[in-house]
């Protein structure tokens, strides 16, 4: 990288060829407005706010876009820019509806931001008055038209980053328009996948939020703490806005990183919207029908003297959930598993761990980690996916899948027994029914691409001649495939015969859905799944309320003649099941750490304070190890770092074979 | 090939095709037969003549004998009379319009007594259609002679020798450009004809796609070899559907002859050549924006820099030039840099195609070395201002170009001279104003154009256009404000300083230059309400001469509106108030009573 030397302003700036004008300039702390720039998405100079002078060059340049180049000597705050600049401003707000106080984003503006900083104290051209449409027709994200600037921000992200370029551009002139899935109403849409980022981005107050509009600018929050999304594997990092001890809003990191500063919808709803939920604030016992409030004391005394019968006659157990930090699951772990010498613990996703651990066990043998950074999709050229549905299991991966495939052109193939969740964009798509003819499907490729016969079969051949081309394929491989470990193992076969390493593991990213499913692989999951035979006289559940429960679970609450529900929320049915209830801190009460499917381990901050008579797990754990005379051990499971160690570089991998896994 | 005879050459461009010509032409080949001269006579349908008012155009050779809007029926009278007993059917002859006499043949015809037709010489002469009829007139020779006896070095030079510079609008040195691409490192490149031709009235390119396809594709051909391009493009607007018919029609028969497609003429070199049909968006002529249409992106244009030369189509370095440019790289490659750069100014060589429009007798395309004046266009070519009328001033460039008035008759047509009098030499656009045009009036046309076709992206074209449109709207509605001129004056000079691509950048050049050369017109519509020119509807008043008024009452009659009252035999009064401005009194006024202004 070749340095260069620039003057900005006065100001002698070093740069590397290739940054932009913009770039150098914020490095250098030298201010240039800017409005429809923003940080990872491709700059295009729409606005025209970033204008600066270039001596020698007659012509205004966008410093979004321009290059910088050695010698440049430029200005960025003349005269005749602030007018310039002052005279963008003003024919955006003449053009449609800115009139600030009538709108929800008023403070939180980055129109009105600017319209401040440059002194627009009039507007010197009359208001167009032209009503453009309101639609309101999507149940969560409003789009008015009327406050629109077109810097195409949402549509950017859209395309760029979410990859369902569901919004695009309609009309000519004056008259130009966002539109959704080309002349559609956004509530009609059919490629929105409902993710929200069009209104993270959006600088007025054009594209909102309808839950979160009027709940508070972000300029008048409290606080905001970064933190991340415990919904499914992925971890997404999130900033949380608070206002008067409550998540007003929750929002994507910087456009800047590999996730592009993406929620999904699951997290941009469903955590701030959990915050309005009934809150279990003291631990409750059951009287009949309903509960009454008791003290810690006497709810410890019951469950002690509850859980001290059952567990020595082998009817007690524990259900934890995969949504809980590392340092929570070790704490539970270590009471019940080493200080309570129960083996009867699992996850409520016990039964999938359980299904993946198994079939990436031939490759933890050899000492390959079985699978990579799911960020990696973006950068391989080949996708196959193997009986998931990303969109609904982890939708963040889904939109690394299609913006891989659309915008850097990865060939995509997807292999399932129903629907092709990626209509539209595979390059091949096979049906395959679970387990028999997926495994021979996946044989016979696995054989295609080690140079064996090559199916007969269009959409196979051309699978075949895709991996074998292939320089970085991921294979994404869905939970439902873990109830067959053997397809698990042949699925990481093929990944091996076509190649799929990458310097952390082999290029396999499986949907383990819950946030920390990995940590809890070797801290809480069972060997066999006791849950669905046992009859038991105990059962602790830990549940951070953010998930339905499943039937397997349900069920075993139903049985257990005694339940104790560790929750943060009045959880239904959950609470129904439980004899004792006890509360736990919400999601954005606790901090600790996450093992996430992006291959890091990441932290969990404590947002507001946790409310109500709260006891924390490790005290709680102790109190019941003392009540039965036992001292608490430390946790024998190792965190989750250990969890498929990479002790042997991906590319020494070998294909098993299946009988050996059987 | 057969030996006949006679030739009758039928225009078969879209204007004469639209007039009749294909029937004409079916007409003359069963005349011909039922005469037994189908064996003698051969007749061709032919590109565009340039005279296009006066279509269908029938040449008839070896005399060159000129008829002029020949219908079906007369096509029995000219093989009678002319193929069958050799006599001319003054009849159907070119009526000059300055000195009213018939014209017999096309070379004594003073429309084109003034042009100097190069890349115009084939159209109109050959069969478009006819691969042979192009070749029989050095067409491909001077491929051949690029690709194997010429390094691309050599070419590039010869281009930069000639001082060829881009006919699409900008002027740019072909040669120059062609060279950037050429030194843009990447073993994939592309080379683009800008076919996507979008000013109002302007139809230079059109024509030249129809009369002479093989031109065009000979040239990118040529521009291929010499900046290692193996792939092009050819952008042209769906609204030309014969164009791209024939230019169809030239792929396919080129690749045929092996001109066209892997190893051409058994050389290394292979060219591939597609149609991009564009979607009628004018914004699509800027280069960048044309890129993204033929990537299947909205057609907006992208900022610059990267060029194209250095990243353009998916990313590849890419040249492209407009139709015309194209046309005239065969030419200059055959007969060399020196014999193109003898002809034009200093800094403007060649000649330059004009769609030559409004208010002057001869319409039509005409091609004309640069350095003519416009003096010589107007009233040599053009033939004079139609009514005799006064001459007001030209509009030049289209949308983006600028009006030049009486004072600048004798400046001579080059880049330099146009843009030093505010206009620009643009694509070619010339449309002729006379006293009854009035420039608020013609301003707001073009703006009116522009910021329709504005792509939205930036916002001084979007929002800034959109403004400057309102208060010229106002003005000619009798609503100006004083104050309005100099804001149109300084959004103008805004929006060309602020906007991201030349739409932008030259949509208020019209309004600019206007306000230059006629800042009394803006003046009288704003302070006395009044258009000088009589044509802003809604500031025209329409008044009885009582003394005139002979109360026959004709008026009363034929107003829509019941506006006109008065008794018979007494002179009548229009109520000013309920007047809609029609002109059916006017019209009807056996007298001449009534006037407007």
């Given at each position: 990288?070749?340095?260069?030397?620039?003057?900005?302003?006065?100001?002698?700036?070093?740069?590397?060829?290739?940054?932009?004008?913009?770039?150098?300039a914020r490095?250098?702390d030298?201010?240039?407005?800017?409005?429809?720039?923003?940080?990872?998405?491709?700059?295009?100079?729409?606005?025209?706010?970033?204008?600066?002078?270039?001596?020698?060059n007659?012509?205004?340049?966008?410093?979004?876009?321009?290059?910088?180049e050695?010698?440049?000597?430029?200005?960025?705050?003349?005269?005749k820019?602030?007018?310039?600049r002052?005279?963008?401003?003003?024919?955006?707000?003449?053009?449609?509806?800115?009139?600030?106080?009538?709108?929800?984003?008023?403070?939180?503006?980055?129109?009105?931001?600017?319209?401040?900083?440059?002194?627009?104290?009039?507007?010197?051209?009359?208001?167009?008055?032209?009503?453009?449409?309101n639609?309101?027709?999507d149940?969560?994200?409003?789009?008015?038209?009327?406050?629109?600037?077109?810097?195409?921000?949402?549509?950017?992200?859209?395309a760029?980053?979410?990859g369902?370029?569901?919004?695009?551009?309609?009309?000519?002139?004056?008259?130009?328009?966002?539109?959704?899935?080309?002349?559609?109403?956004?509530?009609?849409?059919?490629?929105?996948?409902?993710?929200?980022?069009?209104?993270?981005?959006?600088?007025?107050?054009?594209?909102?939020?309808?839950?979160?509009?009027?709940?508070?600018?972000?300029?008048?929050?409290?606080?905001?703490?970064?933190?991340?999304?415990?919904?499914?594997?992925?971890?997404?990092?999130?900033?949380?806005?608070?206002?008067?001890g409550?998540?007003?809003?929750?929002?994507?990191?910087?456009?800047?990183?590999?996730?592009?500063?993406?929620?999904?919808?699951?997290?941009?709803?469903?955590l701030?919207?959990?915050?309005?939920?009934?809150?279990?604030?003291?631990?409750?016992?059951?009287?009949?029908?309903?509960?009454?409030?008791?003290?810690?004391?006497?709810?410890?005394?019951?469950?002690?003297s509850?859980?001290?019968?059952?567990?020595?006659?082998?009817?007690?157990?524990?259900?934890?959930?995969?949504?809980?930090?590392?340092?929570?699951?070790?704490?539970?772990?270590?009471?019940?598993?080493?200080?309570?010498?129960?083996?009867?613990?699992d996850g409520?996703f016990?039964?999938?761990l359980?299904?993946?651990?198994?079939?990436?066990?031939?490759?933890?043998?050899?000492?390959?980690?079985?699978?990579?950074?799911?960020?990696?999709?973006?950068?391989?050229?080949?996708?196959?996916?193997?009986?998931?549905?990303?969109?609904?299991?982890?939708?963040?991966?889904?939109?690394?899948?299609?913006v891989?495939?659309?915008?850097?052109?990865?060939?995509?193939?997807n292999?399932?027994?129903?629907?092709?969740?990626?209509?539209?964009?595979?390059d091949?798509?096979?049906?395959?029914?679970?387990?028999?003819?997926?495994?021979?499907?996946?044989?016979?490729l696995?054989?295609?691409?080690?140079?064996?016969?090559?199916?007969?079969e269009?959409?196979?051949?051309?699978?075949?001649?895709v991996?074998?081309?292939?320089?970085?394929?991921?294979?994404?491989?869905?939970?439902?495939?873990?109830?067959?470990?053997?397809?698990?193992?042949?699925?990481?076969?093929l990944?091996?015969?076509s190649?799929?390493?990458?310097?952390?593991?082999?290029?396999?990213?499986?949907?383990?859905?819950?946030?920390?499913?990995?940590?809890?692989?070797?801290?809480?999951?069972?060997?066999?799944?006791?849950?669905?035979?046992?009859?038991?006289?105990?059962?602790?559940?830990l549940?951070?309320?953010?998930?339905?429960?499943d039937?397997r679970?349900?069920?075993?609450?139903?049985?257990?003649?005694?339940?104790?529900?560790?929750?943060?929320?009045?959880?239904?049915?959950?609470?129904?099941?439980a004899?004792?209830?006890?509360?736990a801190?919400?999601?954005?009460?606790?901090?600790?750490?996450?093992c996430?499917?992006?291959?890091?381990?990441?932290?969990?901050?404590?947002?507001?304070?946790?409310?109500?008579?709260?006891?924390?797990?490790?005290?709680?754990?102790?109190e019941?190890?003392?009540?039965?005379?036992?001292?608490?051990?430390?946790?024998?499971a190792?965190?989750?770092?250990?969890?498929?160690?990479?002790?042997?570089?991906?590319?020494s991998?070998?294909?098993?074979?299946?009988?050996?896994?059987? | 090939?057969?030996?006949?005879?006679?030739?009758?050459l039928?225009?078969?461009?879209?204007?004469?095709?639209s007039?009749?010509?294909?029937?004409v032409?079916?007409?003359?080949?069963?005349?011909?037969?039922?005469?037994?001269?189908?064996?003698?006579?051969?007749?061709?349908?032919?590109?565009?003549?340039?005279?296009?008012?006066?279509?269908?155009?029938?040449?008839?050779?070896?005399?060159?004998?000129?008829?002029?809007?020949?219908?079906?029926?007369?096509?029995?009278?000219?093989?009678?009379?002319?193929?069958?007993?050799?006599?001319?059917?003054?009849?159907?002859?070119?009526k000059?319009?300055?000195?009213?006499?018939?014209?017999?043949?096309?070379?004594?015809?003073?429309?084109?007594?003034?042009?100097?037709?190069?890349?115009?010489?084939?159209?109109?002469?050959?069969?478009?259609?006819?691969?042979?009829e192009?070749?029989s007139?050095?067409?491909?020779?001077?491929?051949?002679?690029?690709?194997?006896?010429m390094?691309?070095?050599?070419?590039?030079?010869?281009?930069?020798?000639?001082?060829?510079?881009?006919?699409?609008?900008?002027?740019?040195?072909?040669?120059?450009?062609?060279?950037?691409?050429?030194?843009?490192?990447?073993?994939?490149?592309?080379?683009?004809?800008?076919?996507?031709?979008?000013?109002?009235?302007?139809?230079?390119?059109?024509?030249?796609?129809?009369?002479?396809?093989?031109?065009?594709?000979?040239?990118?051909?040529?521009?291929?070899?010499?900046?290692?391009?193996?792939?092009?493009y050819?952008?042209?607007?769906?609204?030309?559907?014969?164009a791209?018919?024939?230019?169809?029609?030239?792929?396919?028969?080129?690749?045929?002859?092996?001109?066209?497609?892997?190893?051409?003429?058994?050389?290394?070199f292979?060219?591939?050549?597609?149609?991009k049909?564009?979607a009628?968006?004018?914004?699509?002529?800027?280069?960048?924006?044309?890129?993204?249409?033929?990537?299947?992106?909205?057609?907006?244009?992208?900022?610059?820099?990267?060029?194209?030369a250095?990243?353009?189509l998916w990313?590849?370095?890419?040249?492209?030039?407009?139709?015309?440019?194209?046309?005239?790289?065969?030419?200059?490659?055959?007969?060399g840099?020196?014999?193109?750069?003898?002809?034009?100014?200093?800094?403007?060589?060649?000649?330059?195609?004009?769609?030559?429009?409004?208010?002057?007798?001869?319409?039509?395309?005409?091609?004309?070395?640069?350095?003519?004046?416009?003096r010589?266009?107007?009233?040599?070519?053009?033939?004079?201002?139609?009514?005799?009328?006064?001459?007001?001033?030209?509009?030049?460039?289209?949308?983006?170009?600028?009006?030049?008035?009486?004072?600048?008759?004798?400046?001579p047509?080059?880049?330099?001279?146009?843009?030093?009098?505010?206009?620009?030499?643009?694509?070619?656009?010339?449309?002729?104003?006379d006293?009854?045009?009035?420039?608020?009036?013609?301003?707001?046309?073009?703006?009116?154009?522009?910021?329709?076709?504005?792509?939205?992206?930036?916002v001084?074209?979007?929002?800034?256009?959109?403004?400057?449109?309102?208060?010229l709207?106002?003005?000619?509605?009798?609503?100006?404000?004083?104050?309005?001129?100099?804001?149109?004056?300084?959004?103008?000079?805004?929006?060309?300083?602020t906007?991201?691509?030349a739409?932008?950048?030259?949509?208020?050049?019209?309004?600019?230059?206007?306000?230059?050369?006629?800042r009394?017109?803006?003046?009288?519509?704003?302070?006395?309400?009044?258009?000088?020119?009589?044509?802003?509807?809604?500031?025209?008043?329409?008044?009885?001469?009582?003394?005139?008024?002979?109360?026959?009452?004709?008026?009363?009659?034929?107003?829509?509106?019941?506006?006109?009252?008065?008794?018979?035999?007494?002179?009548?009064?229009?109520?000013?108030e309920?007047?809609?401005?029609?002109?059916?009194?006017?019209?009807?006024?056996?007298?001449?009573?009534?006037?407007?202004?």
């Amino acid at each position: 990288m070749s340095d260069i030397t620039l003057v900005i302003d006065g100001v002698e700036c070093r740069a590397a060829k290739g940054d932009t004008i913009l770039q150098v300039a914020r490095r250098n702390d030298i201010y240039i407005p800017t409005l429809c720039w923003m940080e990872g998405l491709t700059p295009i100079g729409s606005c025209r706010m970033c204008v600066v002078e270039v001596e020698g060059n007659p012509k205004l340049l966008t410093a979004c876009t321009t290059p910088a180049e050695n010698g440049m000597k430029i200005h960025t705050k003349t005269e005749k820019l602030k007018q310039y600049r002052l005279q963008i401003l003003e024919l955006l707000f003449a053009g449609r509806n800115h009139f600030c106080m009538f709108c929800s984003q008023t403070g939180d503006c980055e129109l009105q931001r600017l319209a401040i900083e440059h002194g627009m104290d009039k507007v010197r051209y009359p208001f167009l008055y032209e009503p453009f449409h309101n639609d309101a027709t999507d149940p969560n994200i409003q789009l008015d038209h009327n406050r629109c600037i077109l810097c195409l921000r949402c549509i950017r992200v859209c395309a760029e980053k979410v990859g369902a370029h569901t919004l695009d551009l309609e009309k000519r002139g004056w008259g130009t328009n966002i539109t959704a899935d080309l002349g559609k109403m956004l509530g009609e849409s059919d490629t929105c996948v409902s993710c929200g980022a069009c209104a993270q981005v959006c600088p007025t107050g054009t594209i909102t939020l309808r839950d979160f509009v009027y709940r508070g600018r972000r300029n008048d929050c409290d606080d905001q703490v970064e933190s991340i999304c415990p919904l499914c594997s992925l971890g997404c990092r999130i900033k949380a806005y608070v206002r008067t001890g409550s998540v007003a809003r929750v929002e994507g990191l910087s456009a800047n990183s590999p996730d592009g500063g993406q929620l999904c919808h699951k997290g941009r709803w469903g955590l701030p919207k959990s915050t309005e939920r009934d809150r279990l604030t003291a631990p409750m016992i059951r009287t009949g029908s309903s509960f009454r409030e008791a003290s810690w004391e006497e709810a410890l005394n019951l469950i002690a003297s509850k859980l001290g019968s059952a567990s020595k006659a082998g009817r007690a157990g524990a259900l934890l959930s995969e949504l809980s930090t590392d340092e929570e699951l070790s704490v539970v772990s270590s009471f019940f598993r080493d200080t309570m010498k129960m083996d009867k613990v699992d996850g409520f996703f016990g039964n999938m761990l359980r299904g993946f651990v198994k079939g990436f066990q031939p490759f933890a043998d050899q000492g390959i980690r079985p699978f990579t950074g799911a960020h990696n999709i973006l950068e391989s050229d080949a996708i196959v996916v193997i009986g998931a549905n990303p969109q609904e299991e982890a939708p963040v991966a889904a939109s690394y899948i299609r913006v891989s495939t659309i915008i850097e052109r990865a060939k995509l193939i997807n292999l399932s027994a129903g629907k092709n969740p990626f209509d539209g964009i595979t390059d091949a798509d096979i049906r395959a029914a679970l387990p028999g003819e997926m495994e021979k499907v996946l044989v016979s490729l696995r054989e295609a691409v080690e140079g064996g016969p090559e199916p007969k079969e269009p959409a196979m051949a051309e699978s075949a001649r895709v991996l074998r081309e292939a320089k970085k394929p991921v294979f994404v491989i869905g939970s439902s495939l873990a109830e067959h470990p053997s397809l698990v193992t042949e699925a990481l076969n093929l990944a091996v015969a076509s190649k799929a390493f990458f310097d952390d593991g082999l290029g396999v990213v499986p949907m383990l859905r819950g946030g920390n499913c990995l940590g809890a692989l070797n801290t809480v999951i069972g060997e066999s799944d006791w849950l669905s035979e046992s009859e038991l006289d105990f059962l602790y559940v830990l549940s951070t309320g953010m998930v339905d429960e499943d039937k397997r679970s349900l069920e075993a609450m139903t049985r257990a003649r005694f339940v104790v529900v560790h929750t943060p929320f009045m959880v239904h049915p959950l609470v129904n099941m439980a004899d004792v209830l006890l509360p736990a801190p919400a999601w954005f009460e606790r901090s600790g750490h996450y093992c996430t499917l992006e291959g890091e381990r990441r932290r969990m901050n404590m947002i507001v304070p946790p409310k109500g008579n709260l006891k924390g797990l490790s005290v709680i754990m102790d109190e019941l190890a003392g009540k039965l005379g036992l001292e608490l051990q430390p946790a024998s499971a190792a965190p989750c770092e250990n969890v498929y160690e990479a002790k042997s570089p991906s590319t020494s991998a070998r294909t098993v074979s299946l009988k050996e896994v059987r | 090939m057969a030996l006949y005879r006679a030739h009758v050459l039928i225009c078969h461009g879209t204007g004469c095709a639209s007039g009749g010509s294909p029937k004409v032409l079916e007409t003359f080949r069963e005349e011909l037969q039922k005469k037994n001269l189908d064996k003698e006579v051969l007749v061709i349908a032919t590109g565009c003549h340039g005279m296009c008012e006066f279509g269908p155009i029938v040449v008839v050779y070896p005399e060159g004998t000129f008829y002029s809007q020949v219908k079906p029926e007369d096509v029995a009278e000219i093989v009678e009379e002319h193929l069958y007993k050799g006599r001319i059917v003054n009849r159907l002859l070119y009526k000059e319009p300055i000195s009213a006499q018939k014209v017999c043949h096309y070379k004594e015809i003073p429309f084109y007594g003034k042009q100097h037709r190069i890349v115009l010489s084939n159209c109109g002469y050959i069969n478009p259609d006819n691969i042979d009829e192009y070749i029989s007139r050095d067409g491909y020779q001077a491929l051949g002679k690029c690709i194997t006896e010429m390094s691309p070095a050599a070419v590039i030079e010869e281009m930069k020798k000639s001082g060829l510079r881009g006919r699409g609008g900008g002027g740019f040195p072909t040669g120059l450009k062609w060279s950037f691409c050429a030194a843009s490192p990447g073993n994939k490149k592309y080379v683009i004809c800008n076919a996507d031709e979008g000013d109002p009235g302007a139809f230079m390119d059109r024509s030249i796609l129809e009369g002479d396809p093989h031109a065009v594709l000979e040239g990118m051909m040529i521009g291929a070899y010499a900046m290692g391009a193996d792939e092009g493009y050819i952008y042209c607007r769906a609204e030309y559907p014969l164009a791209i018919k024939r230019l169809q029609t030239a792929i396919h028969q080129a690749t045929e002859y092996g001109l066209l497609g892997e190893n051409v003429l058994g050389t290394d070199f292979s060219f591939d050549l597609h149609i991009k049909e564009g979607a009628g968006a004018f914004v699509c002529g800027e280069e960048t924006a044309l890129m993204a249409s033929i990537e299947g992106q909205r057609g907006m244009p992208r900022p610059r820099p990267p060029f194209p030369a250095v990243k353009g189509l998916w990313g590849k370095p890419t040249n492209i030039n407009n139709v015309e440019t194209w046309a005239n790289v065969p030419r200059i490659m055959l007969q060399g840099a020196e014999c193109f750069a003898a002809m034009g100014t200093e800094k403007s060589k060649g000649t330059k195609v004009f769609a030559l429009t409004g208010k002057v007798k001869n319409t039509g395309l005409v091609e004309v070395p640069m350095g003519i004046t416009i003096r010589e266009i107007v009233y040599e070519i053009g033939g004079g201002i139609i009514g005799d009328k006064k001459f007001k001033a030209v509009q030049i460039g289209g949308p983006s170009g600028g009006c030049l008035v009486e004072e600048h008759l004798d400046l001579p047509v080059d880049y330099e001279s146009l843009t030093a009098a505010g206009a620009i030499m643009g694509s070619g656009g010339l449309v002729v104003l006379d006293e009854s045009n009035c420039m608020v009036d013609t301003a707001k046309f073009f703006l009116e154009f522009t910021q329709r076709e504005s792509c939205g992206k930036c916002v001084p074209c979007r929002e800034g256009t959109k403004k400057m449109l309102d208060i010229l709207t106002r003005i000619t509605e009798g609503n100006g404000k004083p104050e309005d001129l100099d804001t149109l004056q300084y959004l103008g000079e805004q929006i060309k300083a602020t906007s991201l691509c030349a739409l932008g950048g030259t949509a208020p050049n019209p309004v600019l230059t206007t306000l230059k050369y006629f800042r009394h017109e803006y003046e009288a519509h704003i302070n006395e309400k009044r258009c000088p020119a009589g044509a802003c509807q809604s500031l025209l008043r329409y008044t009885i001469d009582p003394a005139k008024c002979i109360g026959c009452t004709k008026c009363a009659r034929n107003c829509p509106v019941n506006c006109i009252s008065g008794k018979v035999k007494e002179p009548h009064l229009i109520d000013q108030e309920k007047c809609i401005k029609c002109g059916a009194c006017m019209a009807n006024c056996p007298v001449g009573a009534i006037s407007k202004g």
